[in-house]
T-cell receptor
Framework: KAGVTQTPRYLIKTRGQQVTLSCSPISGHRSVSWYQQTPGQGLQFLFEYFSETQRNKGNFPGRFSGRQFSNSRSEMNVSTLELGDSALYLC?????????????FGPGTRLTVT | GQQLNQSPQSMFIQEGEDVSMNCTSS?????WLWYKQDPGEGPVLLIA???AGELTSNGRLTAQFGITRKDSFLNISASIPSDVGIYFC???????????WGAGTKLIIKP
């Protein structure tokens, strides 16, 4: 069974631009969570989607948004990029997102904002 | 919100040594998960714990869900070079659909 895939793996953008990252969950998984990880930091929760609905959101500005499609694939968008948005963006999928389910991660998208 | 305190922040060990790290919280958690992350990659699930007192092994790794439900530890026996990386604990508490994460323990093996 294929794992979680994220595209692109690497991205370089300029301040003020916007970016869209994509995540394809493990087949059959309907919950997708997004995290931001900066160097030396733990994982900061962005949001979680299930059946195209955002169920939970972390403490990030409105420039960070996401969506989920009917096939459970998810995208996140960051508008008006700032230097501080440079990070590894990780996507994780699970069957339902409930506490009985384990999250499996993709390799991440490394975003560099110059 | 809920927080997890993970310690130590980093560890320098000799190959062959045993390693122990833990996570604690002031509130109750319903599940504990331990992940390992290699540089530039996503975390990989090592062990999942679902019941207070549960002790689970995965090869040289052993993890326990504390009886109070407020802590968990991970032990690695006879460390080898490929054990190098960052280990994270995570848990489901009272936040729906959201895992709470520790800050990570960086494991470094002394040459």
């Amino acid at each position: 069974k294929a794992g979680v895939t994220q595209t692109p793996r690497y991205l370089i953008k300029t301040r003020g631009q916007q970016v869209t990252l994509s995540c394809s969950p493990i087949s059959g998984h309907r919950s997708v969570s997004w995290y931001q990880q900066t160097p030396g930091q733990g994982l900061q929760f962005l949001f979680e989607y299930f059946s195209e609905t955002q169920r939970n959101k972390g403490n990030f500005p409105g420039r960070f948004s996401g969506r989920q499609f009917s096939n459970s694939r998810s995208e996140m968008n960051v508008s008006t990029l700032e230097l501080g948005d440079s990070a590894l963006y990780l996507c994780a999928s699970s069957l339902t997102g409930l506490e009985i389910d384990e999250q499996y991660f993709g390799p991440g998208t490394r975003l560099t904002v110059t | 919100g809920q927080q997890l305190n993970q310690s130590p922040q980093s560890m320098f060990i000799q190959e062959g040594e045993d390693v122990s790290m833990n996570c604690t919280s002031s509130s109750i958690f319903n599940t504990w998960l331990w992940y390992k992350q290699d540089p530039g990659e996503g975390p990989v699930l090592l062990i999942a714990l679902y019941k207070a007192g549960e002790l689970t092994s995965n090869g040289r790794l052993t993890a326990q869900f504390g009886i109070t439900r407020k802590d968990s530890f991970l032990n690695i026996s006879a460390s080898i070079p490929s054990d190098v990386g960052i280990y994270f604990c995570a848990g489901h508490g009272d936040s729906n659909y959201q895992l709470i994460w520790g800050a990570g323990t960086k494991l470094i093996i002394k040459p």
